[in-house]
């Protein structure tokens, strides 16, 4: 069968190394992602040898190939390790076989196509909050039990790892995507070849291989055109996201849009709905037009018409500045035939993408999108009130009520951002079904039954881990390359689990305005340094390689993380990624953000902290005016942004509210109120902006109704 890997064929998967027959099930679960969302999943690797999983960066297959076959067989004659084994490995295959779906009216399979899916650190190939909204997607859909297929990129060169110099400038070096570790297999074509498509239409021919990534019960198709096949400038398409290369850029979305819908086709993969996050994929849009067409027979507009009521579109841009634009020349020099093809003169083709604010710029990726689908959100609700704005006159409105854009505001995969101590309290306090019913409000009310004491020692827990998993890497940095002791004051070696801690971790662009805090620095001194009541700071993030303000922001930070009189309390952690932001959404006490309003579109770290027990503290933008009941966390600021008010307010904030609730101990030595925002802040948060309830969202306003026409219409035909 095409497209089915074959595990026992070495050529489909190239990673996993041979096993006693006992322990054949590990390879399997170390092949599908389902075990990073699972603690006992998560468990048994851990105890196959808590060291080599440390050192391979809790990476199963780099460590089962590390494994000698004599720990092998010693991890089979215990008798202990072999019952959890059993036991994880029922859990897995029950998981997977589960045929439950989450809908009475069963939703039409959805393809999901997205540029960028934040996953696991074993695949690299995200960037930020884009692609971790897409993974977590993909997750949530598994655990529903719906039909989903994600369409990606394989990025062979994308993951750019920083390294920060002493002078606190960001370089940064690309660390190739090893396939002898990452969690892909290759999908197989009839003869057991890799399985390849072409993209049709450019010429001389582009040809992208395909590699899957088992997301629990869903697939994620991943084309690659680092091939022998291509010539080495079309190898190059897939290197690295987003490349500044306009020209590459777009036949990159031409490969990930149409080449994508390729390989849907050609695997014989059923779905009848497409969701493009971003325009990126939108090229897709076209595909399907045509191939409703010539192989359906369909007539052009009616064709145009079956793909807008069975698309959806979500962006994520609050700026027109923020959507990928190209010039017609080049847009015709790929797309002649093609529209020809389509039965489109130039004119029309072109004219879904032109933005009617800046006709001449060129053909616009988002604009083609909102066109081409009739069902459209934004990801928030405040970001759908900007959206209306900047895309209406798309829609020829003047009134911005009347702009067809809903939203649905971000959530996270609950068991992939808790820490897995906080799951299992929480498997005792709310029953073992707690996940099944993890969007219900009142479910969240029985966190008031643990103890104060229990979430404050976890979170402790979480907060010493950080802080050594922080330590440990400067003291690598230390060791392999001598660096400089100021450097390694401003990299966390003196930061203190006893000390309030306030984190900000997020991609250093002027927008987010991450030095914010930095704004007044004899206040801060003053706040950090409080004899009874100190205060640190610890930023994360990476400026994007071709944003110098972002990388002058990020110096600003790291060289104040240097200077003196500071302390060691300001620290800025290098290579923010999945793993850092796992520890640093669980270990600090208060998250900040602060961005220029409107920027924000919705965020979601923010909400991974505040799951965690992590108090929110942030401007009002983004998810935040929905999360926000007072009780749960801060709001500061003024309703637009203004640096020096907006900086004030904070400091304000800091000194009279968040320091003394944070420092004021009861009779049980706890701090108590601090202990209840938190418990707030997970009551509050967790059900609502939950990956469950979002995708409920989805299949509410989009997935289910689409369904219900494209059923009824099926229908009608049949009698
Ligand atoms: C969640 C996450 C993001 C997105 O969070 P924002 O609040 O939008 O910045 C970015 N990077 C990583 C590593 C994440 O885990």
Not at 99 to 123: D, N, Q, R
Not at 149 to 165: A, L
Not at 300 to 307: G, K, T
Not at 408 to 421: M, Q
Request: contains cysteine; glycine residues 8%; charged residues 25%.
């Amino acid at each position: 069968m095409k497209g089915d890997t074959v595990n026992s064929d070495p050529s489909a998967n190239i990673a996993i190394p041979e096993l006693p027959d006992e322990l054949s099930g590990l390879g399997e679960i170390a092949l599908n992602l389902w075990w990073t969302w699972n603690p006992r999943g998560k468990n048994i690797f851990r105890q196959l040898n808590p060291y080599l999983w440390k050192e391979s960066g809790h990476n199963p297959i780099e460590m089962l190939k590390k494994l000698s076959p004599k720990e092998l067989q010693r991890a089979c004659d215990n008798e202990n390790f072999m019952r959890e084994y059993r036991y994880v490995n029922a859990l897995f295959k029950e998981y997977m076989h589960d045929k439950t779906v989450y809908s009475e009216e069963e939703p039409l399979p959805i393809a999901y196509f997205c540029a960028e899916y934040g996953l696991h650190h074993s695949v690299p190939i995200y960037s930020g909050g884009l692609g971790f909204l897409a993974g977590d997607i993909l997750k949530e859909s598994s655990d529903m039990g719906l039909p989903m297929v994600g369409i990606g990129f394989m990025y062979p060169q994308g993951y750019i790892r920083q390294i920060i110099g002493s002078d606190g400038w960001q370089n940064g070096t690309n660390e190739p995507i090893n396939r002898d570790t990452a969690p892909i297999e290759r999908v197989l074509d009839d003869s057991g070849g890799h399985f390849t498509i072409q993209v049709p239409f450019i010429d001389p021919p582009v040809y992208a291989a395909v590699w899957k990534i088992n997301v629990g019960r869903a697939t994620l198709y991943l084309l690659d055109t680092d091939i022998q096949k291509n010539d080495p400038w079309d190898r190059e398409i897939s290197s690295r996201l987003y490349t500044p290369d306009m020209n590459q850029r777009l036949r990159q979305e031409i490969v990930l849009g149409i080449g994508g819908y390729r390989v849907l086709e050609e695997l014989g993969i059923e779905y009848s709905i497409l969701n493009l996050n971003e325009g990126h994929p939108a090229f897709a849009l076209f595909e399907r037009v045509r191939s409703f067409m010539e192989d359906e027979g369909m007539a052009l507009d009616d064709a145009i018409e079956e793909v807008r009521k069975s698309s959806v579109f979500t962006t994520h841009t609050p700026l027109q500045a923020g959507t990928d634009v190209y010039g017609f020349d080049m847009m015709s020099h790929y797309f002649e035939e093609y529209w020809k093809r389509l039965g489109m003169d130039k004119e029309r083709f072109m004219g879904f993408g032109i933005n009617p604010d800046a006709p001449k710029a060129g053909f616009n990726m988002t604009v083609l999108g909102l066109r081409m689908c009739s069902h459209r959100n934004a990801v928030s609700k405040k970001h759908r009130d900007v959206t209306r704005t900047i895309w209406k006159s798309v829609f020829d409105h003047e009134n911005e009520k009347e702009v067809p854009i809903d939203y649905v505001t971000n959530g996270v995969h609950i068991p992939t951002w808790i820490g897995d101590e906080l799951f299992e309290e929480l498997d005792r306090k709310l029953g073992e079904n707690w996940l099944h019913m993890q969007d219900n409000e009142d479910l969240w009310s029985r966190i008031e039954e643990i103890d104060d004491k229990k979430i404050w020692d976890l979170h402790y827990i979480y907060k010493v881990r950080m802080v050594n998993f922080i330590r440990e890497r400067v003291r690598r940095k230390w060791a392999d390359e001598g660096i400089d002791p100021l450097v390694a004051m401003a990299e966390g070696v003196m930061l203190d689990p006893d000390v309030l801690t306030i984190g900000f971790a997020r991609r250093m662009t002027s927008y987010k305005r991450p030095d914010l805090i930095l704004h007044d620095l004899d206040r801060l001194e003053r706040i950090i340094n409080d004899f009874a009541r100190p205060v640190q700071i610890i930023f994360a993030g990476k400026a994007h390689p071709s944003d110098n303000p972002g990388k002058k922001i990020l110096q600003h930070i790291f060289k104040t993380a240097q200077d003196p009189r500071f302390r060691g309390r300001i620290a800025f952690v290098e290579d923010y990624g999945e793993s850092v932001a796992k520890y640093l959404v669980r270990g600090c006490d208060v998250w900040l953000n602060n961005p220029l309003i409107p920027m924000e579109a919705c965020g979601t770290s923010g909400m991974k902290a505040a799951i965690n027990g992590t108090i929110h503290c942030s401007s009002l933008d983004g998810w935040w005016p929905e999360g926000y009941n007072g009780q749960n966390g801060w709001a500061f600021g003024g309703e637009s942004s203004d640096d020096a008010a907006d900086a004030a307010a904070l400091y304000d904030t800091i000194e009279q509210k968040i320091v003394p609730l944070y420092y004021t101990l009861n009779e049980r030595d706890l701090p108590g109120g601090w202990v209840s925002m938190m418990k707030e802040s997970m009551r509050s948060v967790a059900p609502k902006f939950s990956a469950r309830r979002m995708m409920k969202e989805y299949l509410g306003k989009f997935y289910i109704p689409v369904s219900k026409e494209l059923t009824e219409v099926k229908k009608g035909e049949e009698s």
